[in-house]
């Protein structure tokens, strides 16, 4: 599926649809203020909003242009660039918090591994990486047309990927600690359930 080809559908979805998902991110974190933060994906800045009120110093990367200029405009105190979550313009070990919501489900295999080797690397010992990522009992599951891997599919131009348990652990980077658990939400007015992982890793600080 064509990298280029996901941006421009990532760019006509936020012109398309503005300001979408307008609530904070159910991130369930704390971070103390002053935490070099990064948003991976930051999409409309439905995380960067939480991360800015908590305190921390924000740097959010998107591939869409359109989102960038979004976040830019509501976050004036965060930074904001473009940039590709697999090839990250950052020195190694320069974020205390990394956070990737929705970004892994959107990319193929072989991208889902590069942007967790390129988390791991600008994260700082002591920092964590939080994940959240679709499960494959979500009720979304099988919506669209049939992607180019297994458990992948294409809906309006834009790649979903659903992950289960043994997919999740095989992208966990060595030499980390790492807790996982699955979500279940039921959804109002629908049958079935909004599935996702939560992934959560630490890099060890070294004494």
Known sequence: ??????????????????????????????????????????????????????????????????????CKERFPEGRFMLADARRLPFLDRSFDLVLMVHVLDHLDSEGRREAMEEAWRVLDEGGEIHVLSFGRDDLRYGQGESGDEDHSFLRKGIRYHYMDEEELISLIPPGCEAGWEEERMPVRFASGERVRWRLSILRPSIE
Request: a neutral charge; proline letters at 4%.
């Open 1 to 70: 599926m064509d990298p280029e080809a996901q941006r421009d559908a990532w760019d006509g979805f936020y012109r398309r649809e503005g300001r979408v998902w307008r609530g904070r991110g159910l991130l369930d974190l704390s971070p103390r203020p002053g935490t070099r933060a990064l948003d991976i994906g930051c999409g409309n800045g439905k995380s960067s909003g939480s991360l800015l009120e908590a305190g921390c110093i924000l740097t959010g990367i998107d591939h869409s242009a359109a989102a960038i200029a979004i």
